[in-house]
């Protein structure tokens, strides 16, 4: 197997997903720092790789990926075929990419828009994604009243998708103190084996929420 190549930036929780897959799984992998500070990522190289212009792009010999959701799958699919990471069963599949949608959708227009304020100045308005993070941890924690992991009793996609802006969400100014089944949650996966951590920030909101 040829080391796999992702081009990623050490705070993007979305590049974060992806590496810590790869941890999981034991795959090899050099990182490709994108510094998307002076503007790398619209560089034509890069957007050869994505049109987009966003991190993270993973290569594989001649297979060129980018969108963290899609390359999880991919991943899952090419190295841990048959496996609880991406069921092949249809009920269980679809719940797992229900996740990846509430990754993409509301996980993204909450605590990840609030975080990017925050760590990065992004100019914007940063309560109206709290309030999105704090509706979708409420949900989160109800479900999570009755079972250990996102889906059920073991690790899929789904907790790898939604884990890392979850856990920095106090960088955005978000508490999770109120949520404790998300809490614990998190515990769970943090405790599997080989899981790496994304490089916290020591924001302002993240020490009026501790």
Do not use: F, N
């Given at each position: 197997m040829t080391t796999l190549v992702l081009h990623r930036h050490p705070l993007s929780g979305h590049c974060h997903r992806v590496e810590l897959f790869l941890s999981l799984l034991e795959l090899p992998v050099r990182m490709v720092h994108v510094d998307l500070a002076k503007g790398e990522q619209k560089s034509p190289a890069f957007v050869a790789k994505n049109l987009f212009a966003?991190?993270?792009?993973?290569?594989?010999?001649?297979?060129?990926?980018?969108?963290?959701?899609?390359?999880?799958?991919?991943?899952?699919?090419?190295?841990?075929?048959?496996?609880?990471?991406?069921?092949s069963?249809?009920?269980?599949?679809?719940?797992?990419?229900?996740?990846?949608?509430?990754?993409?959708?509301?996980?993204?227009a909450g605590p990840a828009v609030a975080r990017v304020a925050a760590v990065f100045g992004a100019?914007?308005?940063?309560?109206?994604?709290?309030?999105?993070?704090?509706?979708l941890f409420e949900r989160m924690n109800a479900h999570l009243a009755e079972r250990p992991m996102l889906t059920g009793d073991v690790s899929t996609l789904a907790d790898v998708a939604m884990y890392t802006y979850t856990a920095h969400a106090p960088e955005g100014g978000v508490s999770l103190e109120p949520y404790p089944n998300v809490r614990r949650w998190l515990a769970r996966v943090e405790a599997l084996p080989r899981f790496v951590p994304m490089q916290a920030t020591a924001t302002r909101e993240r020490a009026q929420v501790q």
């Open positions: 966003q991190v993270p792009v993973l290569e594989d010999g001649t297979v060129t990926l980018a969108d963290s959701s899609a390359i999880l799958v991919y991943l899952a699919r090419r190295y841990a075929a048959g496996s609880a990471w991406l069921p069963d249809p009920v269980a599949a679809a719940e797992v990419q229900r996740w990846l949608s509430i990754a993409a959708g509301q996980l993204v100019a914007l308005d940063i309560e109206p994604p709290r309030a999105i993070a704090r509706q």
